[in-house]
């Protein structure tokens, strides 16, 4: 049994629930949503979790924070609900060394942008010309030609230009300055021992903006596959998605890689075949041999039985 775990509202957890049932494959779906929340019980020293009075012992996990989160005016108080969750769950299922999960060994390491491009570089992936900085003026007049964007993540990328004008400008902290690059944009899905890579084509700088896109499932862009290989297991993903766009020369340049990545979108382009690999790497099937994620191992016992006393 697979536990899918996270926020009520993910599309990409309904897409991989939706697969599940079309193949028949027994899940229990742990998803946190406005309504009463489900009762979890985790005994540390019986190493049980019991869920709605329920003791699970699921073979496999899949677990996303929850950044969609729900209609509510009190968005901080949900935000610590998703994040108390995700570790709670998390935590859990790191313990379970029998059980298979994607990206184990990344536990409690941040995923940074800047290292990922110094990472990617020393893979053999081309990268853009890339400025970290927080002082803008050296840049002059070729501000029309450059895009930025936090080196934190959690922004629409820009035109430099643009982003001078505004006010804030001076108070905010280190962007990256990189040239405006070309489409098509690719994504590049590594799920255990497979690539899947997908086109983007936008009118927009960033289409998730105005989600104005046509995506479209093609063959892994030639080169790239050994580098982001490389490069996903020296930061010990077996489950993310790599972002690329083109440069002045027509080659695929790496831009990062994120390790919860979306995938509904890109599932439905597939026609199903996205969720397959992620649940076949779950369950160990022909496609998941060989992959990186860990299990069957030794594991403490699950003994099922709760004490006399509440503590």
Known sequence: MILIAGGQYDTNLTALVDRLKVRGIPFHGLLVGPEKPPRLRIDI????????????????????????LYPTEDTAAAHAQAFNWYHAIRGWAESRLDARMFN?????????????LIAAHEAGLRIPRTIATNDFAPF????????????????????????LKTERASALGPRFIQPRLGRPEFRVYRIGPQLMAF???????????????????????AGIAEGLTALCDRLDLDFAAADFMLDDQNEPTFLEVNSQPMFAAFDRAAGGRLCDAILDCLMDDASGKGSRIEGPSKSRPSHGRRPASPL
């Open 45 to 68: 020293q019986e190493h049980t979790f019991e869920l709605d009075g329920k003791f699970l012992f699921p073979s496999a996990f899949f677990i996303r924070q929850d950044v969609f």
């Open 199 to 221: 086109s983007l084509q936008s009118p927009e700088l960033d289409y998730r903006q105005t989600r104005d896109v046509t995506i479209a499932a093609v063959p892994v862009p």
């Open 140 to 163: 002059g007049a070729d501000t029309a030609r450059l895009i930025q964007k936090p080196v934190a993540g959690g922004e629409y990328t820009g035109l430099l230009e643009d982003f």
């Open 104 to 116: 184990r060994r990344t536990t409690l390491r941040e995923n940074n942008k800047i290292h990922n």
